[in-house]
């Protein structure tokens, strides 16, 4: 919520930012958070700071990764009960909040790293996303992929069934739960501050995460195999408060909006570059990563699809978002 000083003269902003002057901005320091740390959701974090401090003059923004403000459920509320301007997540974790956050988990929608860009950079596209979660004062104001998710653990896995009896930490989400349960796994949801603790004390056996996420918190020490999954991605979010945003000048608002964008196509070049490092890190810690086979990740999404085609038949909000993405899809070719 930003100051009545450093928002007057908002607005002027239209005029101003045609010529590349600072837009002036008056409120509260913004505050925004995340649960992780040294990966791109934390590259946003700064480049949005950056770019917002530069852009709106007298605009502050505070920065609070690796869940400073607590656990990711309770940021989450604190973006809807508006204590908190924004918070950048996997979708997964807003499930709750919209059921048609669960897209961005159903199988077969986003196939490779290059289909996924195109869908979310889409414009129809993303002017659905941007209505998620709006009548719970959330407005997504960047969506994007993370990174492929990753299956790590603490022993190889050549097959499926090496998962078989393991217990797996995933996203509070049913388009986690009930694959790992189908693998014949046990799905252990819990907040991304206590996984660590939990492969040293055994608590889990393996973990569905970023690599970039994995490799910044030292999972290596204490589960060592990583597993790539091209084809199932992490997509995060930036959900954004709409008290917040509708608190400020109209001029101001989009300001916040387009600088999102800006600070997005930035993230996801610094992202990809920083999958290929994290895989370098795993490796010079002794860490092995290995590609999943043709098989194994056909196999994989098959069960992922199975497993939860009742989840998205059985809600009417879902199973019309997931038809309207899919159409989306298909008009890209």
């Known amino acids: 919520m930003l100051t009545r000083r450093k928002l007057m003269g908002a607005s002027a902003a239209a005029a101003v930012t045609a010529f590349g002057l600072p837009v002036s901005a008056q409120g509260q320091t913004m505050k925004f958070a995340s649960a992780t740390l040294n990966d791109v959701q934390h590259q946003f974090q700064k480049l949005f700071k950056e770019k917002l401090e530069s ?17 990711i459920p309770r940021m989450v509320e604190g973006v809807m009960f508006g204590t908190i301007e924004a918070f950048i997540t996997a979708t997964a974790f807003l499930s709750q909040v919209d059921p048609r956050f669960q897209a961005f988990d159903v199988a077969g929608l986003f196939q490779d790293p290059n289909r996924t860009r195109s869908l979310l950079s889409n414009d129809d596209f993303r002017a659905r996303i941007q209505t998620y979660g709006n009548d719970r004062n959330i407005e997504p104001i960047a969506t994007f992929a993370h990174s492929p998710n990753t299956i790590i653990s603490k022993r190889p896995l050549t097959s499926l069934d090496d998962l078989r009896g393991l217990k797996v930490r995933v996203l509070g989400t049913p ?39 994995a490799s910044a918190f030292r999972y290596y020490d204490a589960a060592p195999h990583m597993m790539m999954v091209p084809s199932w991605p992490l ?15 109209q001029e101001a608002a989009t300001s916040v909006r387009q600088i999102a964008q800006e600070a997005e ?29 043709p098989e194994i990740e056909e196999a994989l999404q098959s069960t992922i699809s199975e ?6 038949s059985s809600n009417d909000v879902l199973a019309n978002e997931v038809d309207a993405l899919r159409k989306i899809s298909v008009s890209l070719g």
């Open 55 to 71: 852009q709106m003059d007298g605009q502050e923004v505070e920065l609070y990764p690796a869940s400073q403000l607590g656990p």
């Open 175 to 213: 388009f986690q739960v009930e694959p790992i349960k189908a693998l014949g796994a046990t799905p252990v949801p819990m907040p991304l501050s206590e996984v660590m603790p939990a492969i040293q004390t055994g608590t889990i056996d393996a973990v569905i995460s970023a690599p970039t996420v």
């Open 235 to 249: 997509i995060v979010t930036v959900a954004a408060s709409r008290s917040w945003l509708s608190g400020l000048p």
């Open 265 to 293: 196509l930035e993230a996801v070049q610094w992202g990809e570059a920083d999958v290929q490092k994290a895989a370098e890190t795993w490796a010079e810690n002794g860490g092995v990563v290995s590609s999943i086979t």
């Open 307 to 312: 497993s939860t085609q009742s989840l998205v």
